[in-house]
């Protein structure tokens, strides 16, 4: 079993809806991380958490660290928004830290 | 501020031949990771450095792959040689520590995607 879970594992909305997506680990973290990747295109950091919420324009994280669960919003849907979208847990700071990861949703998002 | 560079962006190589990646990490930034990413995958570490030390190479397959960070900023990724199981995108991604002594942060390149035919 996967350390770093995602569902669904794909996604397709419809322009101006309310997205969410979900992430679980099984591992005590020190931090979360929120990745999108565009086909063809590198990674970008959306997020880095370890408690409560973060907002960024349409995007929201939030993490609840008792049930080891974080979810990904996405407000007013656009299809630019359509990338995959991975989430990746720190399990413990220190020299050895380093990212586990998800395995990634690929949500689509029609115009 | 310039991100992570990563040349090529793409490389087409037949199979048993040598390849090199790139990777110009964001200045400043002491971690240096190589990840490999294969279709509808996460990416997966291969090694990562502390300026020129490789502090986790537990995961590259050391009988065909080499890696070197030799001034502690670039860093090339070497196949030899490539198998067609080797088609893959090769990121290399960069962070600094926080004040607390934990890694921020991970900042990634653009990759470079791998056909070995």
């Known amino acids: 079993k996967n350390e770093v879970e995602q569902s669904p594992q794909n996604l397709t909305a419809q322009e101006g809806e309310f997205i969410t997506i979900n992430c679980s680990y099984s591992v005590g973290i020190s931090a979360l991380h929120w990745l999108q990747q565009h086909p063809g295109g590198g990674i970008v950091s959306l997020f880095m958490l370890s408690s409560g919420k973060k907002k960024h324009g349409r995007l929201i994280a939030t993490i609840n660290i008792q049930e080891k669960h974080s979810s990904l919003h996405i407000t007013a849907s656009h299809p630019r928004d359509s990338a995959v979208y991975i989430c990746a847990a720190t399990p413990y700071t220190g020299a050895n830290s380093k990212l586990t990861f998800g395995k990634g949703i690929t949500l689509s998002v029609r115009p | 501020e310039a991100g992570v560079v990563q040349s090529p962006r793409y490389k087409i190589i037949e199979k048993k031949q040598p390849v090199a990646f790139w990777c110009n990490p964001i200045?400043?930034?002491?971690?240096l990771y190589w990840y490999l990413q294969n279709l509808g995958q996460g990416p997966e570490l291969l090694i990562r450095y502390e300026n020129e030390e490789a502090v986790d190479d537990s995961q590259l397959p050391k009988d065909r792959f080499s890696a070197e960070r030799l001034k502690g900023v670039d860093s090339t990724l070497k196949i030899q040689p490539a198998e067609l199981g080797d088609s893959a995108v090769y990121l290399c991604?960069?962070?600094?520590?926080?004040?607390?002594?934990?890694?921020?942060?991970?900042?990634f390149g653009p990759g470079t995607r791998l056909t070995v035919l």
């Open positions: 200045s400043g930034h002491n971690t």
């Open positions: 991604a960069s962070s600094s520590r926080t004040h607390s002594g934990g890694l921020d942060t991970q900042y």
